[in-house]
């Protein structure tokens, strides 16, 4: 059974502050890489994908990725009260194209 | 910005009924998904289409479930006989290509009395 776990939180942070959340995958055949914000009740909104090891920026969100490790990780710098919700990894093999989802870290961003 | 639409947003059916839930897809796009999720549960995949085929489906996606491109912009979800444990948010997404990044829809909450 392919998994995709992460700390399901919350994690609480300071506003400006960055905050750290954290994915695992069992599949070493995963290719693709996706974090998704999800707002209580709402849908999965793509923030960044990432493809290849290292670091990958995008304003104030940084994606990093360790294959070796099967890791990946998102930062959010200077974070806001509006960036709390839900964060879903997601990976997606090499050999099909179904996301395969981890239960997602609520991040709570404190004024 | 092209989105993917979904109507209706919150379906109310009695156990043992048919439901058909309707997405429209970006139009450029030729990957259709569905999937779900369970009050307090992750996103689960329950099919994947392609060239007016299903390409991959889910041990969810049993043969209560199919799914259709009727047109050339809809895409639809049936449940051919809900039972209580279908009750879940519904996403469809889409893609451009194979290996494109997935956009998803509204969602439509299912509720199964």
Redesign the interface.
Known sequence: QKEVEQNSGPLSVPEGAIASLNCTYSDRGS??F?W?RQYSG?????IM?IYSNGDKEDGRFTAQLNKASQYVSLLIRDSQPSDSATY?C?V?GGA?????????TLLAVQP | EPEVTQTPSHQVTQMGQEVILRCVPISNHLYFYWYRQILGQKVEFLVSFYNNEISEKSEIFDDQFSVERPDGSNFTLKIRSTKLEDSAMYFCASSEGYTDTQYFGPGTRLTVL
Do not use: H, R
Not at chain 1, 96 to 104: E, H, P, R, V, Y
């Open positions: 290719q693709s996706f998704y709402k849908s999965p909104e793509l994908f879903l997601a997606k099909t194209n179904k996301l395969i989802f981890g239960t997602g």
